[in-house]
Structure formats: structure tokens, C-alpha cells
């Protein structure tokens, strides 16, 4: 049965599947954007794509922000969690700008990496209560001044909040109660298309895909003490990134790599990965339990 396309109505629609938003992406709203892809799929096929060389399957213990091992157009996806400039043993004591700066100059390197309709998810919280900082709208500004055309944001809750557990401020009072965080946020931006103009073997379950596609992610938190890092993140919120966004083969490029989650996620989902970290002793931590999970898979 072919179903019937629905279109963009003063009620909206029920269902999305075949929904015609042509009407939509026509408006003003989107066309006076600058954020529309500025070429078709078939320039952007000829676009050479370089194979994976002796510079992938590796970890490279030097700044993001020169990743001249990685040729240009080569990574199809990049997953990363920066550091949140928060006072957590890694981070430099950065000014805002400074700060923004730095994610801007990693941001250019992973944009030229990226092979066109790449993708690049960016976890990241906002800080602070006086004020809130909304790390999450710098990062869209400084990464639509780069080039990156931004695919949607995914809420992942870490918890429902345990009884008891609050914020606090003022106690059971207006004066000056604080809200209290239960959620980070993935960014997802896509280099010149939001379309791939290749073709790959994708290996996402049904339930996986429904699951994936919803924009809150509930996926419980990593522990900092069993991995051995400040601020790890779940192999499972990795993984369903890489599933959701790339084929089986693609080079995964993780800019902060930390503990290794990304590129052990990639490991175990038959994807290639390439890391970059200032520490040497968090690289070491990362081919660690890469070598783990590798003689798990044999």
C-alpha cells in the first residue's frame, strides 16, 4: 500500500512518514537562513573521498586543533564531548572568548576533515546558575560561522532525579530557588548537505532507529571511577551516535578523545576511528581499553 504524502497544514499532521514540507523550507524563515545546503548531491559525489591510510586506527597525542595527520574530506562522522572549560582536572581556566576561540579553531580542523554530508555530534552542557551560561547557543553560533549546517539537538537525560535530591538555593522558597540539571545536550551538524551522497551498508535495528531518532535520549551516565576519567561518557550513547549516523566502515573521528569511548564504540560497531588528546595519560588509558575490547571481539 503506498501511503498517501501529508502536507504542512494550520493543524499540522498526525504522521510524518512521506510528508511533503516542501511548502515549509520555501519560506522566507528558510530561505533568508544561510543555512541551506549550497550544493546538490551530485556535485558533492565528486568530490574525492580519500581510503583510509596508516593515519587511521590511531591516537594522536597533540591538540585538536592541528589534526594535519587526516586528509581532507576522510571522516564521515565525528563524535566528541569537549571539555566544558568547568574547573574539572583537564580544563584550562579560560576566559569565555578564549574558550570559544579553542572550540572554534577544533571546529575548523574537524570541518575540513569531514567528507561531504560528514557529520559531527557535540555533546555539551550548559554551566553555572549566576548567570546560566547556554554553552549549547555559543556552540551553534561559533559552529554556523564555520560552515556547519545544524541538523537538530538531542536531550540526553541522565536520570529522573533521585528523592530527596535538589538544587536547593532557597529551600521550599521563592527567594532564590536553582533548577538542577538531569540532561546534557548532543549538537548535530552536517558539512555542505544534510543528505550523504554515498551509499553505505547501515546496520541500525528497527527499534534502534524509531529509538534513535526521537530527540530525548534517556541512557544512564558513565562512572568516572570505574573508567578512570573525570567525565566519561556511555559507550551506549557512543555507539547509537555511530549507528544512527554513519555506515559500516566509515572513519569516526573523535577531536577530544579522553578515555576512548568513541573509538571503542567504533571498534565494536566494525567502523574505523582516529583520536586526539593533549594527555598522555589518557591516551594511554584510551589504547587500553581499545586493545580490551578488541581481544573481546576476536
Same mark, same amino acid.
Not at 1 to 13: A, L, Q
Not at 20 to 40: E, I, N, V
Not at 130 to 149: C, E, N, S
Given at each position: 500500500?503506498?501511503? +498517501?504524502?501529508?502536507?504542512? =497544514?494550520? %493543524?499540522?499532521?498526525s504522521r510524518r512518514e512521506a !510528508?511533503?514540507?516542501?511548502? %515549509?523550507? =520555501?519560506?522566507?524563515?528558510?530561505? +533568508? =537562513?544561510?543555512?541551506? /545546503?549550497?550544493?546538490? $548531491?551530485?556535485? $558533492? &559525489? +565528486?568530490?574525492?573521498?580519500?581510503?583510509?591510510? +596508516?593515519?587511521?586506527?590511531?591516537? #594522536?597525542c597533540q591538540s585538536s586543533e592541528d589534526m594535519h595527520q587526516v586528509p581532507d574530506n576522510s571522516i564521515a562522522l565525528a563524535v566528541t564531548s569537549p571539555p566544558y572549560n568547568a574547573k574539572k582536572q583537564y580544563d584550562d581556566d579560560l576566559?569565555?572568548?578564549? #574558550?570559544? /576561540?579553542?572550540?572554534? &579553531?577544533?571546529? @575548523?580542523?574537524?570541518?575540513?576533515? $569531514?567528507?561531504?554530508?560528514?557529520? #559531527? &555530534?557535540?555533546?555539551?552542557?550548559?554551566?553555572?546558575?549566576?548567570?546560566?551560561?547556554?554553552?549549547? &547557543?555559543?556552540?551553534? @553560533?561559533? !559552529?554556523?560561522?564555520?560552515?556547519?549546517?545544524?541538523?537538530?539537538?538531542?536531550?540526553? @537525560?541522565k536520570g529522573k532525579g533521585a528523592s530527596g535530591s535538589t538544587a536547593w538555593g532557597s529551600w521550599m522558597n521563592a527567594r532564590s530557588p536553582r533548577l538542577r540539571d538531569l540532561h546534557e545536550y548532543i549538537l548535530v551538524f552536517a558539512k555542505q548537505s544534510f543528505t550523504r551522497p554515498d551509499r553505505g551498508e547501515s546496520d541500525i535495528s528497527r527499534e534502534e532507529f524509531m529509538s534513535g531518532t526521537l530527540s530525548i535520549w534517556e541512557i544512564a551516565p558513565e562512572s568516572a571511577k570505574r573508567i578512570g576519567h573525570p567525565a566519561p561518557y556511555p559507550l551506549a550513547l557512543a555507539d547509537r551516535l555511530i549507528r544512527l549516523l554513519s555506515y559500516k566502515g566509515d572513519v569516526v573521528l573523535d577531536p577530544f578523545i579522553g578515555s576512548g569511548t568513541t573509538a571503542v564504540a567504533a571498534l565494536l560497531s566494525r567502523r574505523r576511528y582516529v583520536g586526539y588528546d593533549t594527555s598522555e595519560g589518557y591516551i594511554g588509558l584510551a589504547e587500553s581499553r581499545i586493545l580490551e575490547a578488541a581481544a573481546e571481539e576476536r
Open positions: 500500500m503506498v501511503t +498517501k504524502p501529508t502536507r504542512t =497544514s494550520d %493543524f499540522g499532521v !510528508h511533503d514540507s516542501s511548502a %515549509f523550507y =520555501s519560506s522566507r524563515l528558510y530561505q +533568508k =537562513s544561510g543555512l541551506t /545546503a549550497d550544493c546538490t $548531491l551530485d556535485e $558533492l &559525489a +565528486k568530490i574525492p573521498v580519500p581510503d583510509p591510510g +596508516k593515519w587511521a586506527d590511531r591516537l #594522536y576566559s569565555l572568548d578564549e #574558550y570559544l /576561540a579553542f572550540i572554534h &579553531a577544533v571546529g @575548523q580542523e574537524v570541518y575540513r576533515t $569531514l567528507r561531504p554530508g560528514g557529520r #559531527y &555530534a557535540v555533546n555539551i552542557a550548559n554551566l553555572g546558575r549566576k548567570p546560566y551560561i547556554p554553552l549549547t &547557543a555559543y556552540f551553534y @553560533q561559533v !559552529h554556523q560561522d564555520i560552515g556547519f549546517l545544524p541538523m537538530g539537538e538531542i536531550i540526553w @537525560q
